[in-house]
Nanobody, 122 residues
Framework: QVQLVESGGGLVQAGDSLRLSCAAS????????LGWFRQAPGKEREFVAA????????NYADSVKGRFTISKDNAKNTGYLQMNSLKPEDTAVYYC???????????????WGQGTQVTVAS
């Protein structure tokens, strides 16, 4: 079992940056790929970014490409989502997820965190 806890969300202005963290426990993340998803009010959860278990491959939704960067620090057992140039449409609850030996193109994950709220004011 892998337990995931997101942090780093908050209220920011358009154009600001935030870094979300996804702290894992129960297992080392060395062999796990990570994904970030988000869900805005009244909308379905959507894919944001993913990183393969070996960290060599990454994948992004078109809406965040060039602004967000996903990474994974196996030594700290933590994943990150660096979000720059935030827009009001980025407002959502952000979730991290993990799957054993997954690549960056997986969309189904086995373990999920509880989410962290990101609100971007215009």
């Amino acid at each position: 079992q892998v337990q995931l806890v997101e942090s780093g969300g908050g209220l920011v202005q358009a154009g600001d940056s935030l870094r979300l963290s996804c702290a894992a426990s129960g297992r080392t993340l060395n062999n796990y790929g990570l994904g970030w998803f988000r869900q805005a009010p009244g909308k379905e959860r959507e894919f944001v970014a993913a990183i393969g278990w070996g960290t060599a491959s990454t994948n992004y939704a078109d809406s965040v490409k060039g602004r967000f960067t996903i990474s994974k620090d196996n030594a700290k057992n933590t994943g990150y989502l660096q979000m720059n140039s935030l827009k009001p449409e980025d407002t959502a609850v952000y979730y991290c997820a993990a799957k054993l030996y997954s690549n960056a193109y997986v969309r189904r994950y086995d373990y999920w965190g509880q989410g962290t709220q990101v609100t971007v004011a215009s």
